[in-house]
């Protein structure tokens, strides 16, 4: 079988922080890289590991960005690459403020970036990996074994779920015969 035209897919940015003032400047830029949000997640308190902890403090909270404009399944590992410079940026004296955890989302699956190699992670290209973070099964979003705790919060399933819904309805709109 020969490869087919991909479908775009739905980019979704999370953004983990512990100082809340600072989301207007980090949101601001992600609009000035990647275009209008459409949709954005409540806080989400962030206490499923303490791997962040000694770097940017505590507590912790998660909040997620929906982009309009859909974005080619091959651009993740490039995206990575920015949002990784957009952490840089926010940083002070080499100490992160925000970690920006960029992913796709497509009806049957969500996929985040990450620079972490792993056994179910696969190289998308330039030190980045694509984990395959939940998949849609039964008219909803399911976490895999591996899925990281704070996306198998239903907060965060039913924000995605959302998402998932205007994702389906712009494929619908735009792809209709």
């Known amino acids: 079988m020969r490869p087919t035209e991909m ?9 983990l922080t512990e100082e809340s003032g600072l989301l207007r400047h980090v949101a601001s830029a992600l609009v000035d890289r990647f275009g209008p949000v459409d949709m954005v997640s409540p806080w ?29 399944q091959d ?9 990784n410079a957009l952490e ?8 992160r403020r925000v970690n920006i ?7 049957a699956r969500f996929l985040l970036a990450t620079a972490k190699d792993h056994a179910h ?29 704070d996306y198998t919060e239903p907060l965060m399933i039913d924000f995605l779920t959302d998402v998932r819904r205007r994702y389906d309805a712009l494929l619908h709109h735009t792809f209709k015969e």
């Open 88 to 95: 840089d940026d926010f940083s002070i004296h080499a100490r």
């Open 101 to 107: 955890d960029p992913g796709l989302l497509l009806n």
């Open 75 to 83: 651009a993740l590992a490039e995206i990575k690459g920015l949002t």
């Open 121 to 149: 992670r696969v190289c998308i290209g330039k030190g980045i990996y694509a984990d395959l973070t939940l998949v849609y099964r039964a008219g909803a979003f399911r976490p895999l074994p591996w899925t990281f705790p």
């Open 7 to 15: 479908l775009p897919a739905k980019l979704v940015i999370g953004v």
């Open 44 to 72: 989400m308190p962030f206490s499923s590991t303490s791997y962040y902890k000694a770097e940017m403090g505590e507590p912790l909270f998660r909040r997620v960005f929906s982009f309009a404009r859909p974005v080619g």
